[in-house]
């Protein structure tokens, strides 16, 4: 197993406050016998937990005006995409295990000019639901920028998880883990 860290320290921009950030990678999803070949990831010890998972996206300077006057339609279109992204995510994604997501939301919300789609994805399983989560987030956020007729998701990232061993981890912007120092 690949292992990467990363620890630095981050200022908050409201206020003082300082977090220590760590990112601690692991490379899972690789051939027991042969390090530099992919292998599907043997989740057959793994206890089964509620799993859950929640991703953004982020359309940057959408047309507000015609998101204000179709704001209905675009958000049933959005709700309908995010659920076939988590359902379609083993087919457009190697490695990631078949789930049954049993819940599957997702809202949209202005931020200033921007649009920003959240996905949330749930199930009892072996294995998170990170992305099914992010498969939701973008297809949503690729659906409302079709239907606005805008050209640019700017970012697509996974805000928390929880469930399995590691817990309830939350991230930042920048898709670092966010650990409190306490």
Known sequence: KATVSVLYWSIMRCGCQIRRVVTKASFTHVNNQDSSRPSMVNIGSKKVTTRV???????RGIPVNEYHSNKEKIQMAVEAA?????LSTPD????CHPLMPLGTTSRCFLDNNDLVVQATSS???KTGVEMEALAAA??????AARLLNHRKVD???LRSKSGGKSGSVSFDDNAQKIVDPS
Do not use: D, Y
């Not at 998972?53 to 359309?59: D, G, I, K, S």
């Not at 995010?82 to 988590?86: D, L, N, T, W, Y």
């Open 138 to 143: 973008a297809f949503a956020a690729l659906t």
């Open 92 to 95: 457009i994604i190697p490695f």
């Open 82 to 86: 995010a659920v076939q992204g988590a």
């Open 155 to 157: 970012s697509v990232l």
């Open 123 to 125: 199930t009892p399983g």
């Open 53 to 59: 998972a929640v991703a953004e996206a982020r359309l």
